[in-house]
């Protein structure tokens, strides 16, 4: 993104007007808020997180504490009308939670709407899905949707359970690829395996003790990439409904990889392939 400025002076470069940020905010109440999420509600903090919820058409904003550094530091101009409960720091960090890093904003805003598996697998076949089988930990989930996002992926697919929820941490650690990556949440992880092969999708899954290494068992066509929890790995039954069983060539000075780390290297992986 390119900072258009901020309504406070001329805008740089080109002089264009500053794009706005897309708020739906309703008017605020005085006070500084309870510490907790209406119900219903997620609350994200931090500029990347904020500023690209802000952007989201599909978001449905209900507040933004801020204090004034924090909006300074947008890229892009709030709507006129968009209310704004101004805040110090410290109030900002009751908000949130413990020593999480607000930059300045918090915002609390609607869940995004539930993604369809069958839409996103209609779209480039050439872009990689990734299937995460209980990984539970948002930091890890966070980052490996902004690997996915910047490699290309056309969708996270999670299940219902044993995943974490959308929250702060999560689209924190997403550094706004939240708003951006498609995130599909199925209730049976296998069937779901199903249905990727049936729209024609080659699906890998990543396991350390596999004989054959990803960059043999990668596909020219369409891939979806398995990867499991830390410890524990893909179950069995989600192995039974990989086409392939492929590990990272890693030194054995290492056991192995974090999986955000695992993900971010098979997706490079699938990007630089040669494909039809």
């Not at 209900?62 to 909006?71: D, H």
């Not at 890998?204 to 398995?226: H, Y």
Request: proline residues 5%; aromatic residues 4%; contains cysteine.
């Amino acid at each position: 993104m390119n900072k258009r400025g901020s309504g406070r002076g001329e805008p740089e470069g080109d002089a264009r007007p500053a794009k706005a940020l897309r708020g739906r905010a309703g008017r605020m109440k005085n006070g500084r808020g309870s510490g907790k999420a209406s119900s219903g509600a997620v609350r994200l903090w931090g500029r990347h997180a904020v500023e690209a919820a802000l952007k989201n058409p599909d978001r449905n904003h209900r507040k933004l504490w801020a204090t004034r550094e924090g909006v300074e530091s947008l890229d892009g101009e709030l709507p006129a009308d968009f209310a704004v409960e101004w805040a110090q720091a410290a109030d900002l960090a009751r908000l949130v939670a413990r020593d999480a890093p607000h930059q300045g904003l918090v915002l609390e805003c609607d869940p995004l709407d539930d993604i369809f598996l069958g839409d996103v697998l209609e779209g480039d076949p050439t872009r990689p899905v990734i299937v995460l089988d209980q990984v539970t930990d948002p930091h890890n989930v966070g980052a490996i949707m902004r690997s996915a996002a910047a490699f290309n992926a056309c969708a996270i697919v999670t299940q219902d359970r044993h995943a974490p929820v959308e929250s702060g941490t999560l689209a924190k650690s997403a550094s706004g690829a939240l708003e951006v990556l498609p995130w599909v949440r199925v209730v049976n992880l296998a069937r779901a395996l199903e249905e990727i092969a049936e729209a024609g999708y080659w699906r890998i899954g990543l396991d350390g003790t596999a004989e054959t290494t990803l960059g043999e068992a990668l596909p020219t066509g369409p891939v979806a990439l398995v990867l499991g929890a830390e410890g524990d790995g893909m179950r069995h039954n989600i192995t039974q409904h990989c086409d392939a069983i492929a590990k990272l060539p890693i030194s054995e000075a290492m056991e192995s990889l974090n999986v955000s780390n695992a993900a971010a290297i098979a997706l490079y992986a699938a990007a630089t392939r040669v494909t039809e």
